[in-house]
């Protein structure tokens, strides 16, 4: 069964960077989808970020030129760079996984994530 864990929020200042981690425990299959989401407070959980098992790497319009997913050489850790941070960036973030992706993963809502982190907390104040 795949665990996941979220690390590396904190409180930064509009401008700022940080980077989040997302660690992978357990087995995946050989398709997946990873993403990041985000849920800011009385607002809809957020898409951020795509990294699927081809590498193919897709980005919400919103953070577009300012966040980067990666994932180690291992597989083990899902990577959020987040540059340029803004106030609207506040919210939890978390990182999921879809195992056996069938079809891109653009067409997965987030309810088709089959495991979730804890999930991290971003604060970008002015």
């Known amino acids: 069964q795949v665990q996941l864990a979220e690390s590396g929020g904190g409180a930064v200042q509009a401008g700022g960077s940080l980077t989040l981690s997302c660690e992978v425990s357990?087995?995946?299959?050989?398709?997946?989808?990873m993403a990041w989401f985000r849920q800011a407070p009385e607002k809809a959980r957020e898409r951020v970020a795509i990294?699927?098992?081809?590498?193919?790497?897709t980005y919400a319009d919103s953070v577009k030129g300012r966040v980067t997913i990666s994932q180690d050489n291992a597989g083990n850790v899902l990577i959020l760079q987040m540059n340029s941070l803004k106030p609207e960036d506040t919210a939890m973030y978390y990182c999921?996984?879809?195992?056996?992706?069938?079809?891109?993963?653009?067409?997965?809502?987030?309810?088709?994530?089959?495991?979730w982190g804890q999930g991290t907390q971003v604060t970008v104040s002015l």
């Open positions: 999921a996984i879809r195992t056996n992706r069938w079809q891109p993963c653009a067409n997965y809502r987030s309810h088709e994530y089959t495991t």
């Open positions: 357990g087995d995946t299959t050989r398709t997946y989808c």
């Open positions: 990294f699927d098992s081809n590498g193919i790497r």
